[in-house]
């Protein structure tokens, strides 16, 4: 499984932006869809998951409202839709899969930039 994460970029506080991962490889194994992100200083820490069985979400707590996860029927494309940014919300963000094995995959991240 092969994951690209792109759609990163500098926003102003207050904006939107979509992240999108592209999924390659055997997708049909995916079960936990998540995104991660990574501050300047700080550990990475998961932000939205998604599990692909029944649907369920989950949000960080400094995100819940603000960000959507989703992704497309056959997993070719996980997202991130982010709305309401604030600069604490700057950091790569990864998106992340792991199989009914449990082996895991990472992209290799996409920067967000929020000025205040």
């Known amino acids: 499984v092969q994951l690209q994460a792109s759609g990163g970029g500098l926003v102003q506080a207050g904006g939107s932006l979509k992240l999108s991962c592209v999924i390659s490889?055997?997708?049909?194994?995916?079960?936990?869809m998540n995104w991660y992100r990574q501050a300047p200083g700080k550990q990475r820490e998961l932000v939205a998951a998604l599990n692909t069985d029944g649907g369920s979400t989950d949000y960080a707590d400094s995100v819940k409202g603000r960000f959507t996860i989703s992704t497309t029927d056959i997993k070719h494309r996980l997202y991130l839709q982010m709305n309401t940014l604030k600069p604490e919300d700057t950091g790569v963000y990864y998106c992340?899969?792991?199989?009914?094995?449990?082996?895991?995959?990472w992209g290799r991240g996409t920067l967000v930039t929020v000025s205040s």
């Open positions: 490889g055997s997708r049909n194994s995916i079960n936990d």
């Open positions: 992340h899969v792991q199989d009914r094995w449990s082996e895991t995959y």
